[in-house]
Structures are given as C-alpha cells and as structure tokens.
C-alpha cells in the first residue's frame, strides 16, 4: 500500500501542470491511523484522476494520539528543576533593575543573586501559579553572560578576580565567573586605551 502511495507522489511531483479538484479530493481521501494501519479502503480509481492525467491528489488524515500536555505543564517541570521561564521584557526589567538597584555599588555578587533569585521565584509564582523552590546556581551566571551591562555597572564583583588562563577542572561556576572577569577586565583595558 505504502509502495503505491509513493507512486502516487512520484506521479505527482514530476508532472508539470498541477490543478486542484474538489470531486478528485473527496474520491481519494484514505485515513489511516498513526501506526499505519488503514481504517478505510477506497482505492485510487481511473476516475480519480483528471482527463489530462496530470494530478492525484491524496489526503492522509493521521489521527494522533497523544497525551495532552499543557505548555504550563511543562513550563512547570522545567520550575521543578530549577530551570525559569521568563519572557524578554521580564528579563530587560530585571537587568534595570538590577543595573539601578537602590544599594548602588554597595549591591555585592551574593545580595545580587538573592534579588535575581527572589525576582524569578516571584514570576513563577505570578504567570504559573507555581511555587518555584530554588533557581540553579550558574542560570545566574548565565544571565549576567547574556547581559553583560550588568557586570559594566557593577564592577566591584569581578574586579579584584585573578585573571588567570581558562581554568581546566569541571567547576562550571568558576569557569563562568572567569569569563565574566576576562570580559570586565577585557572592556576595563578598552577603556583605558580611549581615556
């Protein structure tokens, strides 16, 4: 069946005028369920096809079944693993209101990732109804990453880290607070070279 299928198609893709029927449509619709095996037989006639030989069509309703999940419910799982979900504007508020956070440069790393964190357990509980138990440790990291103006504004955490060459050991923490100081200190020489 499948074989006479891809004839079908083959016979449909190479020719060169295509027209569209509805009489042709209803004559050759076949069903078949999600592990191929066919719920109505209609063959595919001589009369389904136009005078000019020119187009089959065939319709293949595949009726899947799948258990229904919910994109909150998702969402939830990745909550239940530390994993937020924000949208782009609750990521641009939170990058000001980090940059513009009223302890200025007295705001350190540790006080910084208690605010992120506290910010992101309160969308969770706002957009989901979801009580969000902990947010993974380098997700912060990976924030300041994406939105380094951050770490532009709030210097005094990464200034005094020792550059050194990229560590080597498993510690993605570190290796993300490295990058984070080579980009400070990297933006911190530019600077120096234009003043």
Not at 32 to 39: A, G, I
Not at 111 to 129: G, K, R
Request: aromatic content about 12%; overall charge positive; some cysteine.
């Amino acid at each position: 069946m499948l074989s006479s299928l891809c004839n079908i198609t083959k016979r449909t893709v190479t020719n060169k005028r295509f027209q569209v029927s509805s009489e042709i449509i209803e004559k050759t619709k076949r069903k078949f369920s999600f592990n191929s095996t066919r719920k109505e037989t209609n063959e595919i006639d001589q009369s389904s096809k136009n005078q000019d030989n020119d187009v089959v069509i065939v319709k293949i309703n595949a009726s899947i079944q799948s258990p229904s999940v919910s994109l909150t419910t998702a969402i939830c799982h990745f909550l239940d693993k530390g994993i937020p979900s924000l949208t782009i504007y609750e990521e641009i508020r939170l990058v000001n209101e980090l940059i513009h956070h009223q302890l200025g440069s007295l705001l350190t790393l540790t006080d910084a990732q208690l605010y992120f964190e506290q910010y992101i357990i309160n969308i969770a509980s706002i957009n989901y109804n979801h009580q969000m138990l902990f947010v993974q440790c380098d997700y912060f990291y990976d924030f300041l990453l994406k939105y380094p103006q951050i770490i532009l504004k709030h210097r005094q955490w990464f200034k005094d880290f020792k550059q050194t060459f990229m560590p080597i050991n498993s510690d993605k923490i570190y290796l993300k607070k490295w990058q984070l100081a080579t980009l400070l200190h990297a933006h911190m020489n530019l600077e120096q070279r234009f003043h």
